[in-house]
Every structure is written in C-alpha cells, then in structure tokens.
C-alpha cells in the first residue's frame, strides 16, 4: 500500500529542480521514510540507485564510496544528464558525513551530476551535518510520526483507535490481535529505536537506566516529575544530569520528551522540571496491561491517555512546522501546553477526567496576554475534534 504524505510531494519538486542537492531525510523509526524514496523510485523522474547500509558494519566506511562509484558508472552508462543516488540508514557508518564531503566536493569538481538522499532514523544525523563537514551543503525533510487525519485516510481509524494505538503505519493492521499489536511494538519499534538509533549513535554508559527511564516516562507521561523523584523509581545509580542526557537522546529518536516550563527567563526555562511526553502514544498502549476493549470504560486512565495524544499531536507537529512546545506552572495554577511561534504566545488547558480540575488560563492570560487561548473539553473544543486540527490554524 503507498502512504502518500505531503512531503512526497516536496522531495518531488526537489528532484525535478535542474541544480544538484544533498537531501536528508530523517524522523523516528518506521514512519515511512524508506516507503517515501520507493514510491519517488516508481515515479520514473529520473534514473537512481538505492542502497542501505542498515546491513552494513559501521567500520566499513569504503561502503558510501564504493556506493557512490557505482552510481557515477551507471550515470556514465546510461548517458543521463543526472542521477540520483540514495543511501537509506546512512547513521549505520561511522564518520558518514566525512565521507559524503569528499565525495560530494569530488563530483562538484569534475561537473558530476549526482543528486544525493540520505535517509537516517534519528535527529542525531541532523545535529551530526549541522556541527560538522556537511554544514552548508544540505537541505532537510523531517519525517515526522503519522497525524489521526493520515491514519483515518491510510487505515480507517477513529479517534479512540488513534488515542490508544498510536501511528505506526507498519503496526495498524495487528490492532484486532492486541496481544500480538503490544509485541509488535515493544520488539520491532521500541527496544529496535533504542538498540539502534540511541546506543549505537552515541555513548550510554548506563543503557540499563536510561531504558527504565523510557518505561517510567512513558508511564507518566501528560505529568510534571522531577528528575530527583524519577531517582527514588531506580534501582541503578544515576544523577539528574545524566538523566537529562538520556531524555535528550530519547528525544532525539522520536521516543520520549521532556517537555520545558514556559517563562520570559531562558535559565529558567531550561532549569524547569520536565512534562513527561510521549511522540507516539503506542509507546505507551504497548506497556500497559490494560486492553483497548477495557480502559475506554475507565475515565481517569482513559483521560490520560486523551491527554497524551493530545500531547503527541502537539509535539509532532511542534518539530514539524517549527513550533516552542512548552507548558507553565505558577503555585497552583497550570497550562496544560504552550505554543509559541514568531512572537505568538498560545495558551491549551486540556480538561478530562485526569486533569487538575482547575484551570489556569485566566493565570496565565493575566501574566503574559497571550495571543490566544483555548480550552478543550466539554465546555470548549471537543478532544476529537482538537487531533483533527493543524496546531498552525490555533494561530
């Protein structure tokens, strides 16, 4: 089945464009981004070769030039004025972006046609080009975890099925076997996103404390905890930094976020206690005995659950479209989420059977004038109707 999703269409435009590129495309684990580059394949635009090092030892790094000489011979065969060369989890090889350099400066020199996809699962590859030998030489596509609207489209779900299931596209299709579903994800998705896209890509001294800090977030995710408190749940010796490290990385790999307190105070912001939050409320479902058929029945954990897509709409969309997700606390008042974009402060107070029961929006209208304010729940923008809506129109 294709998954169309809207940037195809702008890695198409990319590649009809006459001037050579360097493209990275990156975003969590199994959100489409192979399926992306297959489908761009089939479209016949122009010749390519594709090729993943995701079998590939990282130490083999002869590989990309070995992968690069192969696709100047099938320029040269075909006699092509371009081609397009493709390299899926390129993160695989150590010092990959050196070696993209000089090849790439080699083709510049020689007038050599070769268009460039890097495809990689973690923002780690990004931070990786932006800090080191590829700066100015690329452009990005971040390819974010699938929205309600493209599971409605793509699987048929509805808003319950995505609130609870979450959207991995590769996991849809298990949901009538839930068992199997729970598996699927744990397995394929989460010890596969941490095992790779985590403790390969960077040093974890301690991999056994940062995986229970992932189950723990999960757990209590849609909720401000201090790192300190986190400590008393662990069994393994840590501290506060080394656990703000870790959410990092998770971060990173479209797993878990911390979340930051809004306020007009940089040092302060980044010193706040985090919202724990999930990028894909699966991460969640897939960690809980309870099943689907049940917990809709159960409105405190129901409501969480609400929350956190809530939440995971958000932050996906936040990293997409260049948004500041915070939420703000002061004694007891509380918001929810805060949005921030060029200058445009948005205040979301979520009311469900799990929320604080107080609202804070009047707080936090009084303090910082927002430009908007919404509430969702029963007396405001109803839960279902909120994943139906681009964050971007709040503005």
């Known amino acids: 089945m294709d ?4 940037q195809l269409k702008e890695l198409v435009k990319r590649v009809k464009e006459p001037r050579r590129f360097i493209q990275v495309i990156y975003g969590p684990r199994q959100v489409g981004k192979t399926t992306m580059v297959l489908q761009l394949i089939k479209k016949n635009l122009i010749h390519c070769h594709f090729t993943s090092g995701d079998l590939i030892r990282s130490n083999e790094q002869v590989w990309i030039e070995e992968q690069w000489n192969i696709a100047r011979l099938k320029l040269k065969q075909n006699g092509k004025k371009e081609f397009l060369l493709i390299i899926d989890e390129i ?4 010092n990959w972006s050196e070696i993209v350099k000089r090849e790439w400066d080699f083709d510049t020199n020689n007038k050599i046609p070769i268009k460039v996809i890097l495809l990689g699962s973690s923002r780690v590859i990004l931070q990786q080009v932006l800090t080191e030998s590829l700066a100015g030489r690329f452009e990005t596509i971040y390819l974010g975890h699938w929205n309600f609207n493209e599971m409605k489209k793509a699987f048929g779900f509805n808003e319950e099925q995505f609130a609870w299931f979450g959207s ?4 849809a299709n298990l949901i009538d076997d839930e068992r199997r579903w729970k598996q699927y994800i744990r397995d394929a998705l ?4 941490i095992s790779k896209d985590v403790l390969m890509l960077t040093r974890v001294d301690k991999p056994a404390l940062m995986k229970r800090l992932f189950e723990i977030g999960c757990l209590y995710s849609g909720q401000i905890i201090s790192f300190n408190k986190i400590l008393g749940h662990l069994q393994d010796a840590g501290n506060t930094t080394t ?3 870790y959410l990092s990385l998770l971060d990173n790999a479209g797993l878990l976020a911390g979340i930051e307190r809004y306020s007009t105070s940089k040092l302060r912001q980044r010193a706040s206690i985090p919202k724990f939050q999930v990028h894909n409320t699966a991460l969640i479902s897939a960690q809980n005995i309870d099943r689907f058929d049940k917990i809709t029945s159960q409105p405190e954990k129901w409501g969480r659950m609400v929350e956190s897509a809530i939440g995971a709409h958000l932050l996906n969309y936040s990293i997409t479209n260049q948004i500041n997700l915070y939420y703000w606390k002061s004694s007891n008042d509380e918001v929810d989420f805060v949005l921030l974009k060029d200058n445009k402060l948005i205040g979301i107070e979520v009311t469900t059977s799990a929320s604080h029961g107080t609202s804070g929006l009047s707080a936090f209208k009084k303090q910082f004038n927002p430009h908007k304010i919404y509430l969702i729940g029963k007396s405001g923008i109803q839960w279902k109707e909120f994943v139906n809506i681009k964050p971007m129109d709040l503005f």
């Open 168 to 171: 991995y596209p590769g996991s």
């Open 91 to 94: 993160q695989k090889i150590r």
């Open 190 to 193: 989460i010890e596969t996103s």
């Open 243 to 245: 656990l703000s490290h």
């Open 3 to 6: 998954f169309q999703r809207e």
